[in-house]
């Protein structure tokens, strides 16, 4: 992540120094693809996914959960590619620090690749310990189940949408995908800078998969005790059902892939803390009633942890897939109701939900 990023408060924790400016994009104090490739970014983005997902999650003027705090914990190299020992080791790490510091947190991973049961079961044994998480459907038109993680049914995996209310043409579908949110030429930050109007525009399941974590972190926030099962009940029973058309949709899966687009609950009485108010939007929760429609889209430890991921794994599978960079020219602004969809006839006006995901931390195993 671009620590430095005013999406993240404009400051981070930088690991070479002893202080703290503003920020809520922070280094949690190992870099597992440092440790792997003998590298020393500790938890910077030389790649450009990782600051993007984790704005759309948690970011200033991108995000969803606007006061959560984010760890940057590096598990893809400059290319966006890495081993999944690495990415073990990662999530290992991730998990330790949750149950050390016992906050409510969510791990996202918008990353993916061959089907790796050695993965999914460290996935298995995350979930297990009670921390949820998400991640991407993947991009390459087929069975979301033959890849991993997206294959652990303990995984919140999210398929993307496109504007217009369409599943995107690109996503992964089938039994393994959870839910959907937009990911079609999306707006978020950039790394290459640091000010609020350094943005790119990315599309695919990563970004899909970011704007769920953001979610979960809301209902974190509202109950820190949630289950990942009950955040994935929550999140299916609040979705709206059968919003999206399939027609894009591969015949094999259109029966099977859930038609439930993230959503929301927005309450007319919410008392929301002035302090959590949410940085360049209007201030109308007392004004507003109905729903705050999600829609979005886009894809790509310690050495204490590195022998539990050589005993894991039998041979080093990469990472396929994480989004590219599309440099389309495209006018979006996020939290005006479905963020890629501003004219969309389910609804047209802004909300902002009442919980922010004060309180609630965000681990971005990415680039």
Not at 311 to 340: C, G
Not at 359 to 367: A, F, W
Request: glycine share 8%; proline share 4%; charged share 15%.
């Amino acid at each position: 992540i671009r620590y430095d990023h005013c999406e993240f408060g404009g400051g981070a924790k930088y690991p070479d120094y002893n202080y703290v400016f503003g920020g809520r994009a922070k280094y949690p104090g190992y870099d597992p693809i440092d440790n792997y490739n003998d590298t020393n970014l500790e938890g910077r983005d030389c790649h450009g996914h990782g600051t993007h997902i984790a704005s759309l999650a948690v970011g200033n003027v991108s995000g969803l959960a606007r006061c959560a705090t984010v760890y940057s914990v590096r598990v893809l190299d400059c290319n966006g590619r890495g081993p999944y020992s690495v990415v073990i080791d990662g999530l290992n790490y991730a998990a330790s620090k949750v149950r050390m510091t016992r906050r409510p947190s969510v791990i996202l991973m918008s990353l993916g690749g061959s089907f790796s049961s050695s993965l999914n079961q460290v996935v298995t044994n995350v979930v297990n310990q009670g921390i949820p998480v998400v991640t991407s459907a993947g991009n390459g038109r087929g069975n979301a189940c033959t890849k991993s993680p997206a294959s652990n049914p303990g995984a919140i995996t999210v398929g993307s949408t496109l504007i217009g209310d369409y599943i995107n043409f690109n996503t992964n579908a089938g039994p393994c995908v959870d839910i959907l949110a937009p990911g079609a030429f999306v707006t978020a930050a950039s790394h290459t800078c640091s000010t609020c109007s350094c943005t790119k525009v990315v599309s695919g399941t990563s970004v899909a998969a970011a704007l769920v974590s953001g979610a979960v972190a809301l209902l974190l926030e509202k109950d820190p005790l949630l289950s990942p099962a009950n955040i994935s009940d929550e999140l299916k029973e609040n979705c709206l059902k059968n919003a999206i058309n399939y027609i894009l949709l591969d015949s094999h899966y259109k029966s099977n892939t859930n038609n439930c687009l993230l959503n929301i609950k927005h309450f007319v009485h919410c008392d929301v803390d002035s302090s959590h108010q949410v940085p360049f939007l209007p201030d109308e929760e007392e004004e507003t009633t109905g729903n705050y429609i999600i829609g979005l889209n886009v894809e790509t430890s310690h050495s204490t942890f590195e022998h539990i991921a050589n005993e894991l794994m039998q041979h080093e599978d990469n990472i396929e897939f994480i989004e590219k960079e599309n440099y389309a020219s495209i006018d979006m602004s996020w939290a005006v109701d479905r963020i890629d969809q501003v004219s969309s006839v389910l609804d047209n006006r802004p909300y902002t939900p009442c919980e922010c995901g004060n309180g609630v931390d965000v681990y971005v195993l990415d680039t």
